[in-house]
């Protein structure tokens, strides 16, 4: 049996409550994946490495996990109000390869960022186009239900007639005057019956390749659909925890629930948890302003953010720093202080498997502190407050190396044995020297030191020096181009 005192905030009732999945011992978990048209920028790594975090302590503390995770290969819109192009077909037509190369792309680079942040893949990862029939099945629920209708061969959920009989907005908080207020300007050339209302499915105009058959129109699913599709497919419903980013809640997230709650008259889902976003430099990060940064370009240092490279785990460890619903802001000195704190970590942690317990006891309780451990994990997931416990025992494992602090063997083993499952597998912080990274950014500094010793042969007019460093680099492969932003240098 589980010893379960872990709360979670639920975002449906905007408080903590006790975590008691539906059935004991097993969870339901249903994450939104990304819409794979672009690179995966790092305020969707944030949302997905706090829901690892989230999924590695629910199988810590014993659960049966399944944890779905879709891909939105279709129907998600430029705008959310179901007007734009759909956004992966827009990539395809501008690149002009086809859009499930473009679906292959970006959930291939997905994958292999996650994996450098080392996140646990999903039991399923279900897609959208995968899942075409199931959501024509869920139109023609809807329907029958009274709370869609047909115009044109598009098919529209009745928000105004839904909300007649339930609360249209009772996760996001929004009113539904308020809605119809502010949509009133908009779509004024829709066919919707009212402008709140969303799309179940849309006809599709003759350029428009991503299409499939139903008994409405050639066309294809809107955005919200597959995950409600999907999530009953694979949990059931209703299941524990539906999650994703805190932008996803409107109307994402509202939709959902309107859906399934329309044809299974219950809420889909017990427990709605939101990983809040990330800025950097106190801004919201934006591919349209220009602040942004890729996670490769981090790993790398090629970018004109940060003047060093950083590792996936130091930034991993720098997320799990804050907790998952604060917002948290990136900047060169936070990486830097987080990265000390990795290292001072990791280190510890490392000479620790190297001392000699003692007989007699050093003045740390480590029953106490591994009962704050878990007091900290179970109030919402609270890493900080874990991490800020982790250094206590930091602090105790500098005093035993440096000051002859003693350690009787039960401390040792508690500390030895549990700070390494709340690291690795809790936690997921993985020791660096795993990272193919490492080597890359050794690599990156090592060149830079060589093109600043360069610089300075070149500056006391040493030539054979620096000319042999540029040639010798050109021998193993590595090109050095002199520009006004001064030496940049390129693996042949
Ligand atoms: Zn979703």
Redesign the pocket.
């Known amino acids: 049996m589980i010893d379960n005192s872990l709360v979670v905030l639920n975002s449906l009732s905007g408080k903590k409550e006790p975590f008691e999945p539906l059935n004991p011992g097993y969870v339901g978990m249903y994450v939104?994946g990304p819409t794979v048209y672009s690179n995966i920028h790092l305020g969707n790594c944030r949302t997905f490495i706090s829901f690892d975090l989230i999924y590695r302590y629910l199988k810590h503390l014993g659960y049966k996990v399944r944890y779905v995770r879709?891909i939105t290969d279709a129907g998600h819109l430029e705008n959310d109000e179901d007007v734009g192009e759909d956004r992966i077909a827009k990539k395809a037509r501008i690149e002009k390869i086809e859009p499930m190369e473009v679906v292959q792309l970006y959930t291939v680079d997905f994958h292999q960022i996650l994996e450098k942040f080392n996140t646990l893949p999903p039991g399923i990862e279900p897609t959208a186009t995968g899942h075409i029939i199931e959501q024509i099945e869920l139109i023609k629920e809807i329907l029958e239900a009274g709370f869609a209708y047909e115009v044109k061969g598009s098919v529209y959920f009745d928000v105004i007639k839904y909300n007649e009989s339930h609360y249209y907005g009772k996760l996001s908080g929004r009113k539904i005057e308020e809605l119809i207020h502010n949509t009133r300007s908009l779509n004024t050339q829709s066919d919707k019956k009212n402008p709140q209302d969303f799309a179940l499915w849309k006809r599709a105009e003759p350029q428009h390749i991503m299409r499939w058959p139903s008994p409405w129109s050639d066309g294809f699913p809107g955005w919200h659909l597959e995950?409600s599709a999907m999530s009953t497919k694979y949990l059931g419903s209703p299941f524990d925890i539906h999650g994703?980013g805190m932008d996803?809640k409107f109307p994402?997230h509202e939709c959902?629930i309107a859906q399934t709650q329309a044809i299974h008259n219950h809420p889909p889902v017990k427990y709605w948890l939101h990983a809040n976003m990330l800025t950097l430099n106190g801004k919201k990060m934006a591919k349209s302003t220009g602040n942004n940064v890729l996670p490769i370009d981090i790993f790398t240092g090629n970018n004109d953010r940060f003047r060093k490279p950083y590792s996936p785990q130091v930034i991993r460890f720098f997320m799990l720093q804050a907790h998952y619903t604060s917002i948290l802001d990136i900047s060169q000195e936070a990486l830097d202080s987080s990265e000390k704190g990795y290292q001072r970590l990791m280190e510890a942690l490392g000479q620790l498997s190297k001392v000699i317990p003692g007989k007699k006891a050093g003045d740390f309780d480590s029953d106490k502190w591994l009962k704050k451990c878990y007091t900290a994990m179970d109030d919402d997931f609270n890493s900080p407050l874990l991490i800020a416990q982790l250094f206590e025992a930091v602090k105790f494992i500098n005093l035993i190396l440096h000051k002859d602090h003693p350690i009787d063997k039960s401390q040792w083993e508690t500390l030895t044995k549990m700070s390494a499952v709340f690291v690795h597998d809790v936690l997921g912080i993985a020791p660096e020297e795993k990272s193919s990274d490492t080597k890359e950014n050794t690599l990156n500094k090592t060149i830079s030191l060589l093109i600043e010793l360069r610089n300075s042969a070149r500056a006391n007019k040493d030539f054979a020096t620096s000319d042999r460093i540029r040639d010798q680099l050109l021998e193993y492969g590595i090109q050095l181009k002199d520009g006004k932003k001064g030496t940049q240098f390129k693996l042949n």
Do not use: K, P, T
Request: proline share 0%; glycine share 14%; hydrophobic share 15%.
């Open positions: 939104c879709n995950c994703g996803l994402h959902e």
